[in-house]
């Protein structure tokens, strides 16, 4: 049981570095805001795994609740953080910018 | 037994999570990638956090049953937030005016 505990810890953490890919690369700021919302989801889960190999699931539970809310309230603040200021490096939204502009 | 549940329902939740990273490295655009992060994403934490609750069972005692209840918490908590984050992001892309892709144009 604990080597496939070992063994969903580290393709859970493959799997977050694959998400870091698009939140590096990603073209408009909303692709990262996505992506660090999934790696924090990711997060919660791998706390888990981390817990039952250390024997000490009771104290990881309380760290995994405390990050599930952390992660809620960034990606909530992003979003509301964004609505307000428009994103310079959102390549999508001057690209539509333009293209309202041409029709005018 | 329970073992063995509980390892089939965390195998289920990696296969939903990495179902969604490939969607969320592959689809062509923002309003798609949200659309293969949020559902799978969810689903799959939910499947994982519940192998982890019925794992914590075995011995059953009450100290080992509270801790289930509070995995169970963060299910619950997963279930409502993750909607609610994804939909908070596509308002605001919406709001600031980016379009939908569509058959034919190119990948952004």
Redesign the interface.
Known sequence: ?KD?MLV?AI??LL?MF??L??MIGG??I??R???S??IG??T??LL?FIG?LFDN??MF??I??AY??LN?IT??AA??Y??RR??VL????IA??QK?EEKK | MIDVISMILIGLGIFFFASGVIGLLRFPDFYTRLHAAGKSDSLGSVLVVAGFALYNLQPFTLENCLVSIKILFIALFIFIASPTACHAITQTAMALGIEPWRKGDKRR
């Open positions: 049981m496939f969903g393709a859970i799997l694959a998400a890919y698009r073209p408009t909303f692709d805001i996505v992506s919302n999934m989801t990711k919660t889960a888990l039952v699931l009771s539970v309380d995994a609740i599930t809310l809620f990606t909530l979003a509301k964004f609505l428009r994103p959102s390549v999508d939204a539509t910018d309202k």
